[in-house]
């Protein structure tokens, strides 16, 4: 049985995707011509806001209300939408808390759990950015 990969970014027009973007695919052929087709893992923490609430998530679990406050500028709607599609990657998972709480609380899912270090890492470098001073402005 032999085994191809490509790699090739396969561009998509701004129409489709809402952005120029590449997506990247991995096609694996097999001997019988048959062709299976995985996504880059990357694609699924894509888009504005993924990265900040998985930052938020990786310190722990958080309710909604919590994710808006921790993350003032994003929207309401946009929040909710990259919730539900960080839920169908895999990455995040909702539960339901019993009354008298009555909400929801999202975490860091099992898959999500090889992320953790270069969330740490990047969570850290965040943190000693915002520290810095600010480099001075040439005038030229």
Known sequence: MSVLESDEPIATSCHESGSW????SISLTISDDSTV???DPL?????RWTLQILLRLNAGEHRFSDLRSAIPRVSANILTDRLRALERAGLVERHHLP???ASQIYMLADLAAG???ALDALSRWRTETRRAPLPAR???
């Open 115 to 117: 992320l953790r270090p």
């Open 138 to 140: 040439s005038t030229g």
């Open 99 to 101: 009354p008298p709480h």
């Open 21 to 24: 973007a590449a997506q990247r």
């Open 43 to 47: 694609e699924k923490i894509e888009g």
């Open 37 to 39: 087709t995985r996504e």
